[in-house]
Protein backbone atom coordinates (compact mmCIF):
# COMPACT_ATOMS: atom_id res chain seq x y z
CA UNK A 1 0.00 0.00 0.00
CA UNK A 2 1.31 3.05 -0.88
CA UNK A 3 0.92 6.10 1.85
CA UNK A 4 2.12 9.71 0.45
CA UNK A 5 3.85 12.28 2.98
CA UNK A 6 4.07 15.72 2.89
CA UNK A 7 6.63 17.61 1.82
CA UNK A 8 9.00 18.73 4.97
CA UNK A 9 10.56 21.63 3.46
CA UNK A 10 6.85 23.09 2.12
CA UNK A 11 4.33 21.80 4.82
CA UNK A 12 6.28 22.35 8.18
CA UNK A 13 7.85 25.00 9.39
CA UNK A 14 11.57 24.62 10.83
CA UNK A 15 11.81 22.61 13.86
CA UNK A 16 8.61 20.77 13.53
CA UNK A 17 9.54 17.41 14.98
CA UNK A 18 6.62 16.10 12.30
CA UNK A 19 8.45 17.07 9.54
CA UNK A 20 11.59 14.59 11.06
CA UNK A 21 9.50 11.44 11.53
CA UNK A 22 8.07 11.81 8.27
CA UNK A 23 11.63 11.57 6.77
CA UNK A 24 12.53 8.57 9.07
CA UNK A 25 9.31 7.01 7.70
CA UNK A 26 10.85 7.80 4.03
CA UNK A 27 14.43 6.35 5.07
CA UNK A 28 12.71 2.61 5.23
CA UNK A 29 13.44 2.30 1.77
CA UNK A 30 16.81 2.68 0.62
CA UNK A 31 15.52 4.54 -2.78
CA UNK A 32 14.65 6.99 -0.73
CA UNK A 33 17.50 7.75 1.21
CA UNK A 34 18.82 10.36 -1.06
CA UNK A 35 15.99 12.07 -1.04
CA UNK A 36 15.78 12.23 2.67
CA UNK A 37 19.64 13.14 3.11
CA UNK A 38 18.83 16.13 0.27
CA UNK A 39 16.01 17.23 2.28
CA UNK A 40 17.31 17.61 5.43
CA UNK A 41 20.19 19.22 4.19
CA UNK A 42 18.12 21.85 2.98
CA UNK A 43 16.06 22.18 5.69
CA UNK A 44 18.87 22.61 7.75
CA UNK A 45 20.28 24.86 5.13
CA UNK A 46 17.10 27.23 5.24
CA UNK A 47 17.59 27.57 9.12
CA UNK A 48 20.83 28.81 9.10
CA UNK A 49 20.02 31.52 5.94
CA UNK A 50 16.47 32.16 5.95
CA UNK A 51 14.10 32.13 9.59
CA UNK A 52 11.55 29.51 8.05
CA UNK A 53 9.16 31.20 10.92
CA UNK A 54 9.67 34.35 9.04
CA UNK A 55 6.25 35.62 7.08
CA UNK A 56 8.22 35.91 3.80
CA UNK A 57 8.97 32.64 4.23
CA UNK A 58 5.43 31.31 5.03
CA UNK A 59 4.16 33.51 2.15
CA UNK A 60 6.35 31.17 0.12
CA UNK A 61 4.93 28.08 1.69
CA UNK A 62 1.52 29.61 0.55
CA UNK A 63 2.01 30.39 -2.92
CA UNK A 64 4.01 27.05 -3.73
CA UNK A 65 1.96 25.34 -6.07
CA UNK A 66 1.83 29.11 -8.20
CA UNK A 67 6.27 29.55 -7.80
CA UNK A 68 7.24 25.40 -8.41
CA UNK A 69 4.11 23.92 -10.31
CA UNK A 70 6.63 21.42 -11.52
CA UNK A 71 7.26 20.30 -8.35
CA UNK A 72 4.89 17.69 -6.57
CA UNK A 73 5.74 18.24 -2.56
CA UNK A 74 3.24 15.17 -1.66
CA UNK A 75 5.51 12.55 -4.24
CA UNK A 76 9.32 14.12 -3.83
CA UNK A 77 12.15 12.83 -6.40
CA UNK A 78 15.78 12.70 -6.17
CA UNK A 79 16.05 16.00 -9.14
CA UNK A 80 13.69 18.10 -6.38
CA UNK A 81 16.76 20.04 -4.94
CA UNK A 82 17.81 20.48 -8.63
CA UNK A 83 14.23 21.69 -9.24
CA UNK A 84 14.20 23.85 -6.74
CA UNK A 85 17.24 25.87 -7.17
CA UNK A 86 16.37 26.22 -11.13
CA UNK A 87 12.89 27.67 -10.18
CA UNK A 88 14.33 29.84 -7.61
CA UNK A 89 16.95 31.18 -9.67
CA UNK A 90 14.60 31.96 -12.61
CA UNK A 91 12.15 33.68 -10.45
CA UNK A 92 14.60 36.13 -9.03
CA UNK A 93 15.42 36.89 -12.66
CA UNK A 94 13.29 36.08 -15.02
CA UNK A 95 10.07 37.27 -13.17
CA UNK A 96 8.47 40.71 -14.51
CA UNK A 97 8.15 43.95 -12.26
CA UNK A 98 4.37 43.72 -12.84
CA UNK A 99 4.69 40.28 -11.08
CA UNK A 100 7.03 40.66 -8.02
CA UNK A 101 7.04 44.84 -7.52
CA UNK A 102 9.99 45.52 -5.55
CA UNK A 103 10.74 48.55 -3.85
CA UNK A 104 13.60 50.54 -6.54
CA UNK A 105 17.02 51.48 -4.97
CA UNK A 106 18.78 54.35 -5.36
CA UNK A 107 21.31 53.01 -8.15
CA UNK A 108 18.38 51.29 -10.22
CA UNK A 109 16.43 54.30 -10.03
CA UNK A 110 19.59 56.18 -11.35
CA UNK A 111 19.73 53.86 -14.22
CA UNK A 112 16.40 53.99 -14.82
CA UNK A 113 16.94 58.31 -15.48
CA UNK A 114 20.15 57.66 -17.48
CA UNK A 115 17.88 54.96 -19.73
CA UNK A 116 15.29 57.64 -19.98
CA UNK A 117 17.32 60.91 -20.92
CA UNK A 118 18.58 58.68 -23.56
CA UNK A 119 15.50 57.71 -24.99
CA UNK A 120 14.25 61.16 -24.90
CA UNK A 121 17.66 62.31 -26.58
CA UNK A 122 17.39 59.69 -28.93
CA UNK A 123 13.80 60.72 -29.49
CA UNK A 124 14.16 64.22 -29.91
CA UNK A 125 17.40 63.74 -32.36
CA UNK A 126 15.63 63.70 -35.95
CA UNK A 127 14.15 66.28 -34.99
CA UNK A 128 17.34 68.05 -34.27
CA UNK A 129 19.02 66.84 -37.39
CA UNK A 130 16.50 67.57 -39.87
CA UNK A 131 16.72 71.74 -38.15
CA UNK A 132 20.26 71.60 -38.29
CA UNK A 133 20.58 69.86 -42.13
CA UNK A 134 17.62 72.24 -43.64
CA UNK A 135 19.58 74.49 -45.10
CA UNK A 136 21.31 71.87 -47.32
CA UNK A 137 18.09 70.81 -48.95
CA UNK A 138 18.13 74.70 -49.96
CA UNK A 139 21.10 75.40 -51.28
CA UNK A 140 24.03 73.49 -52.28
CA UNK A 141 27.19 74.19 -49.79
CA UNK A 142 29.95 73.87 -52.71
CA UNK A 143 27.25 75.74 -55.13
CA UNK A 144 29.83 78.72 -55.25
CA UNK A 145 32.76 76.98 -56.02
CA UNK A 146 33.35 75.83 -59.74
CA UNK A 147 33.12 72.64 -61.58
CA UNK A 148 36.81 71.79 -61.63
CA UNK A 149 37.05 72.58 -57.83
CA UNK A 150 34.04 70.42 -56.86
CA UNK A 151 35.70 67.34 -58.54
CA UNK A 152 39.32 68.13 -57.06
CA UNK A 153 37.74 68.09 -53.51
CA UNK A 154 35.44 64.95 -54.21
CA UNK A 155 38.73 63.56 -55.34
CA UNK A 156 40.10 64.44 -52.12
CA UNK A 157 37.67 62.98 -50.03
CA UNK A 158 37.17 59.54 -51.57
CA UNK A 159 40.99 59.37 -51.88
CA UNK A 160 41.39 59.93 -48.06
CA UNK A 161 38.20 57.79 -47.81
CA UNK A 162 39.60 54.57 -49.54
CA UNK A 163 42.41 54.85 -47.54
CA UNK A 164 40.97 55.32 -44.12
CA UNK A 165 38.66 51.86 -45.51
CA UNK A 166 41.82 50.28 -46.49
CA UNK A 167 43.46 50.39 -43.20
CA UNK A 168 39.89 49.57 -41.05
CA UNK A 169 39.42 46.49 -43.38
CA UNK A 170 43.10 44.90 -43.18
CA UNK A 171 43.92 45.75 -39.80
CA UNK A 172 44.45 42.87 -37.46
CA UNK A 173 42.59 43.08 -34.03
CA UNK A 174 43.24 40.94 -30.96
CA UNK A 175 39.55 39.70 -29.30
CA UNK A 176 39.62 42.63 -27.01
CA UNK A 177 40.03 45.23 -29.40
CA UNK A 178 37.57 43.35 -32.09
CA UNK A 179 34.73 43.54 -29.54
CA UNK A 180 35.32 47.40 -28.28
CA UNK A 181 35.56 47.89 -31.91
CA UNK A 182 32.20 46.12 -32.56
CA UNK A 183 30.65 47.74 -29.43
CA UNK A 184 31.86 51.28 -31.08
CA UNK A 185 29.92 50.05 -34.50
CA UNK A 186 27.00 48.91 -32.75
CA UNK A 187 26.64 52.42 -30.56
CA UNK A 188 27.31 54.16 -33.45
CA UNK A 189 24.54 52.37 -35.73
CA UNK A 190 22.07 52.74 -32.63
CA UNK A 191 22.56 56.99 -32.64
CA UNK A 192 22.36 56.63 -37.09
CA UNK A 193 19.48 54.28 -37.31
CA UNK A 194 16.71 57.46 -35.97
CA UNK A 195 17.95 60.11 -38.29
CA UNK A 196 15.80 61.19 -40.86
CA UNK A 197 16.54 60.95 -44.48
CA UNK A 198 19.28 58.87 -46.50
CA UNK A 199 22.39 59.84 -44.54
CA UNK A 200 20.99 57.06 -42.02
CA UNK A 201 20.75 54.65 -44.78
CA UNK A 202 24.19 55.36 -45.99
CA UNK A 203 25.67 55.23 -42.80
CA UNK A 204 24.29 51.96 -41.81
CA UNK A 205 25.15 50.60 -44.73
CA UNK A 206 29.21 51.60 -44.15
CA UNK A 207 29.21 50.04 -41.25
CA UNK A 208 27.40 46.93 -42.51
CA UNK A 209 30.51 46.47 -45.20
CA UNK A 210 32.81 47.46 -42.68
CA UNK A 211 31.87 44.40 -40.77
CA UNK A 212 31.84 41.79 -43.78
CA UNK A 213 34.52 43.34 -45.54
CA UNK A 214 36.75 42.73 -42.61
CA UNK A 215 35.26 39.08 -42.13
CA UNK A 216 36.35 38.32 -45.81
CA UNK A 217 39.48 39.85 -45.41
CA UNK A 218 40.67 37.64 -42.97
CA UNK A 219 39.10 34.60 -44.28
CA UNK A 220 41.30 35.42 -47.31
CA UNK A 221 44.18 36.09 -45.30
CA UNK A 222 43.53 33.78 -42.03
CA UNK A 223 42.17 30.88 -42.65
CA UNK A 224 42.83 28.70 -45.70
CA UNK A 225 45.49 25.62 -44.71
CA UNK A 226 48.22 25.66 -47.94
CA UNK A 227 49.88 22.49 -46.39
CA UNK A 228 47.26 20.17 -46.66
CA UNK A 229 45.47 20.29 -50.13
CA UNK A 230 42.44 18.60 -49.57
CA UNK A 231 41.85 20.95 -46.93
CA UNK A 232 43.26 23.79 -49.08
CA UNK A 233 40.13 22.67 -51.64
CA UNK A 234 37.40 21.88 -49.00
CA UNK A 235 38.26 25.64 -47.50
CA UNK A 236 38.06 27.15 -51.06
CA UNK A 237 34.66 25.86 -51.66
CA UNK A 238 33.18 27.13 -48.93
CA UNK A 239 35.37 30.39 -49.26
CA UNK A 240 34.08 31.17 -52.81
CA UNK A 241 30.59 30.64 -51.22
CA UNK A 242 31.30 33.21 -49.07
CA UNK A 243 32.34 35.81 -51.59
CA UNK A 244 29.38 35.40 -53.80
CA UNK A 245 27.06 35.78 -50.75
CA UNK A 246 29.38 39.06 -49.87
CA UNK A 247 29.07 40.52 -53.93
CA UNK A 248 24.84 39.63 -53.35
CA UNK A 249 25.29 41.91 -50.61
CA UNK A 250 27.06 44.39 -51.97
CA UNK A 251 25.14 44.50 -54.80
CA UNK A 252 21.98 44.95 -53.34
CA UNK A 253 23.28 47.91 -51.22
CA UNK A 254 24.08 49.45 -54.38
CA UNK A 255 19.85 49.04 -55.30
CA UNK A 256 18.68 50.76 -52.61
CA UNK A 257 21.71 52.96 -51.47
CA UNK A 258 19.97 55.83 -53.37
CA UNK A 259 16.00 55.43 -53.73
CA UNK A 260 13.87 58.08 -55.88
CA UNK A 261 11.65 58.60 -53.57
CA UNK A 262 8.70 58.98 -56.90
CA UNK A 263 5.33 59.77 -55.66
CA UNK A 264 2.32 58.19 -56.93
CA UNK A 265 -0.03 59.35 -59.34
CA UNK A 266 -3.39 59.42 -58.32
CA UNK A 267 -5.95 57.53 -60.52
CA UNK A 268 -9.03 59.70 -61.78
CA UNK A 269 -12.56 59.03 -60.18
CA UNK A 270 -14.27 57.64 -62.84
CA UNK A 271 -13.30 53.89 -62.87
CA UNK A 272 -13.81 53.56 -66.53
CA UNK A 273 -10.96 55.74 -67.44
CA UNK A 274 -8.61 53.30 -65.81
CA UNK A 275 -6.29 51.60 -67.82
CA UNK A 276 -6.76 48.08 -68.76
CA UNK A 277 -3.62 45.98 -68.47
CA UNK A 278 -2.32 43.15 -70.68
CA UNK A 279 1.63 43.68 -69.48
CA UNK A 280 2.88 44.42 -66.36
CA UNK A 281 6.33 46.47 -65.99
CA UNK A 282 7.28 46.67 -62.06
CA UNK A 283 10.07 48.23 -61.17
CA UNK A 284 11.70 49.35 -58.05
CA UNK A 285 14.76 51.91 -57.75
CA UNK A 286 15.82 50.41 -61.02
CA UNK A 287 17.46 53.40 -63.46
CA UNK A 288 15.34 54.78 -66.16
CA UNK A 289 17.99 53.61 -69.09
CA UNK A 290 17.18 49.76 -67.79
CA UNK A 291 13.64 50.39 -67.50
CA UNK A 292 13.01 51.73 -71.09
CA UNK A 293 14.66 48.77 -72.45
CA UNK A 294 11.73 46.41 -71.06
CA UNK A 295 9.46 48.69 -71.97
CA UNK A 296 10.18 48.84 -75.80
CA UNK A 297 10.22 44.73 -75.68
CA UNK A 298 6.90 44.77 -73.88
CA UNK A 299 5.58 47.31 -77.04
CA UNK A 300 7.01 44.98 -79.81
CA UNK A 301 5.36 41.90 -78.44
CA UNK A 302 3.16 40.87 -81.15
CA UNK A 303 0.15 41.10 -79.54
CA UNK A 304 -3.18 42.55 -80.63
CA UNK A 305 -4.47 45.28 -78.67
CA UNK A 306 -2.12 45.12 -76.21
CA UNK A 307 -1.88 47.67 -72.94
CA UNK A 308 1.27 48.39 -71.26
CA UNK A 309 1.65 50.09 -68.09
CA UNK A 310 4.68 50.77 -65.87
CA UNK A 311 3.85 49.40 -62.62
CA UNK A 312 6.02 51.24 -59.70
CA UNK A 313 4.73 49.07 -56.29
CA UNK A 314 5.60 52.49 -54.23
Known amino acids: MHHEYPDPVVAYPAGQRAAYRALSRLSSSRRVGFQRDARLFLVDSGWIFIPLEHPRWQRIRAEHKNLY ?22 LLIGTSRKETPKPRRRTFSGLQNIRGRYHQWMNELPERVSHKTQHLDEKKELGHL ?15 SLILALICVTQPFNPLAQFIFLMLLWGVALIVRRMPGRFSALMLIVLSLTVSCRYIWWRYTSTLNWDDPVSLVCGLILLFAETYAWIVLVLGYFQVVWPLNRQPVPLPKDMSLWPSVDIFVPTYNEDLNVVKNTIYASLGIGLAERQTEHLDPR
Do not use: E, K, M
Open 69 to 90: PHINASRPRPLDPVRYLIQTCW
Open 146 to 160: SAGARRLILGIIVTF
